[in-house]
Nanobody, 121 residues
Framework: QVQLVESGGGLVQAGGSLRLSCAAS????????MGWFRQAPGKERKFVAT????????YSADSVKGRFTISRDNAKNTVYLQMNSLKPEDTAVYYC??????????????WGQGTQVTVSS
């Protein structure tokens, strides 16, 4: 129902920052909660952060709390992930996902292609 394209990944030194963007497109734009997930080599995909359609409900993984901030601009159909104080263990492919409804309880049905984030020591 929705196409997602991530951007903003790259190589950064530990302690640095990156800002990921996820642009959504389609013939119609429904009310979707959005989320960021990441997958490191040899590991399963894990939850990073989610945000409701209104932006009023946000969840973050304990591993990124205080360092990463999820936000959205519905007028631009774009979701962001501001990543500060990056650590080598943050290295992964980061995926944007759209939920089936305005809250994450409905599950996620659409996924982007992913963008690589590499944090060096």
């Amino acid at each position: 129902q929705v196409q997602l394209v991530e951007s903003g990944g790259g190589l950064v030194q530990a302690g640095g920052s990156l800002r990921l963007s996820c642009a959504a497109s389609g013939r119609t734009f429904s009310s979707y909660a959005m989320g960021w997930f990441r997958q490191a080599p040899g590991k399963e995909r894990k939850f990073v952060a989610t945000i409701s359609w209104s932006g009023g409900t946000i969840y973050s993984a304990d591993s990124v709390k205080g360092r990463f901030t999820i936000s959205r601009d519905n007028a631009k159909n774009t979701v962001y992930l501001q990543m500060n104080s990056l650590k080598p263990e943050d290295t992964a492919v980061y995926y944007c996902a759209a939920a089936h409804g305005p809250e994450v309880a409905g599950g996620f049905g659409s996924w982007g292609q992913g963008t690589q984030v590499t944090v060096s020591s």
